[in-house]
């Protein structure tokens, strides 16, 4: 008999890497959002009884499909007035009738039309991407809030409007025409862009990265490239994960410290995956359209070719910050332009302009965390300290506050 530590391993790796795809194709099934969440978390709830006893399906993503629709017709038959969903009931019916017929039916992937779907036009731009991230990218509430600065309760009303929505105004789930891309692609490459940051440093928890969440950015942004191959923004935005992710084996040191930049061993970089991105990111410019992932994606580029951190050409680093700020003049960007400003060898002018950044960026980690590297450089050790403090005070994972840590004990008396 499979053992629960087994089973529980088994069920982590599959909601880990897998539960986008399964909730997407759900979610395909039943057209309704909140319902397809609830069906699948009582579906995995049944999984650790039934598995632990009678062990692992053959195919458990059908089993955790067929179990779900299940739960979703009981629920459905539990309401009041589920009369008028009789002719729903018939076609779940037959679904689980089918795919309990069937031998390991092959689970088509959704997770492109789910994207589309949440991204419509109808929704506002912020509901969109969170709905997204929290749906497929399998990120919780709080995860979601923390993306976007916002409050967990706060956050949690937005995702429910949102949901709402979709079932009221009986929003189609499906990827739409060429005519409509235009509308809803922007939406769609931050959605992707957000997940792989979540999994590139992870916003909470044990480890600085989820490794999947990456996988899975990368996969949607190539999907999206082989249906829209013309698009130099998604060209961007598939060079920029590529040779981020490439240098992510040397991000994490052999005693779980989170590394810097200047201070990885590139020899533990992705050198093919990082030449994959840097095609894409010729293939964009070629185009001749420039727009910010691909301006981001030459940030990165400048990174991995860089043979030493003494070579990174933080001028031209600091020029193409300008041109994205044209694009998105956000804090966010003003705070990665001052650190490439402090890079280029003015700390005090990079921390000229991060004090401008202070009333809106107090609650966000990097924010402090490079405010105390250019007090340190500039010699005002007592001001660093207090700004390390605030940096490991929102911190959200071990290995993060462990660098922080250690960048602080380094400070002079």
Request: glycine fraction near 6%; include cysteine.
């Amino acid at each position: 008999m499979t053992t629960a530590p087994t089973i529980d391993a088994a069920i982590s790796r599959l909601v880990r890497e897998d539960r986008g795809r399964l909730l997407a194709a759900l979610i395909a099934g039943l057209g309704d959002f909140e319902l397809a969440e609830e069906s699948f978390s009582e579906a995995l709830e049944s999984a650790v009884v039934h598995w632990a006893r009678s062990g692992l399906p053959a195919n458990p993503h059908g089993w955790l499909l067929r179990v779900a629709r299940r739960k979703a017709i009981d629920r459905i038959r539990r309401r009041q007035r589920f009369r008028a969903r009789q002719p729903e009931l018939e076609r779940l019916a037959r679904l689980d009738e089918e795919a309990a017929n069937a031998e390991a039916p092959e689970i088509p992937d959704e997770r492109l039309r789910l994207i589309f779907t949440c991204c419509h036009p109808a929704i506002d731009r912020k509901s969109r991407v969170a709905l997204t991230l929290r749906t497929l990218g399998g990120l919780s509430t709080a995860e979601v809030a923390r993306a976007f600065l916002d409050k967990e309760t706060t956050m949690g009303q937005r995702l429910s409007r949102a949901r709402g929505k979709i079932s009221r105004a009986g929003i189609p789930f499906a990827v739409p025409g060429p005519d409509q891309w235009e509308e809803r692609l922007g939406s769609v490459l931050a959605v992707i862009y957000l997940i792989f940051n979540e999994g590139h440093v992870a916003s909470a928890g044990a480890t600085a990265q989820r490794p999947d969440l990456c996988d899975e950015a990368i996969y949607l942004a190539k999907m999206l490239n082989s249906l829209c191959p013309d698009e130099p923004e998604i060209l961007g935005l598939a060079s920029l994960l590529l040779t981020t992710h490439a240098r992510s084996g040397a991000r994490i040191s052999p005693d779980g410290m989170s590394v810097a930049l200047a201070d990885q061993d590139r020899s533990r970089w992705n050198r093919e995956m990082a030449a994959e991105g840097l095609a894409h990111l010729d293939a964009a410019v070629l185009m001749a359209r420039p727009g910010p992932y691909q301006i981001k994606a030459a940030i990165s580029a400048l990174h991995v070719s860089a043979p030493g951190q003494g070579a990174t050409d933080w001028t031209q680093i600091v020029l193409l910050y300008n041109s994205l700020l044209a694009h998105e003049p956000t804090s966010v960007v003003r705070l990665n332009r001052a650190v490439a400003v402090g890079q280029a060898g003015r700390p005090d002018v990079a921390l000229e302009e991060l004090a401008t950044l202070e009333a809106e960026l107090d609650g966000y980690q990097p924010f402090h965390a490079a405010r105390a590297k250019f007090l340190a450089e500039t010699g005002r050790a007592g001001e660093a300290r207090h700004a390390y403090d605030r940096a490991i005070e929102l911190s959200g994972n071990s290995p993060d506050r462990a660098f922080l840590r250690a960048q602080r004990r380094r400070l002079p008396p």
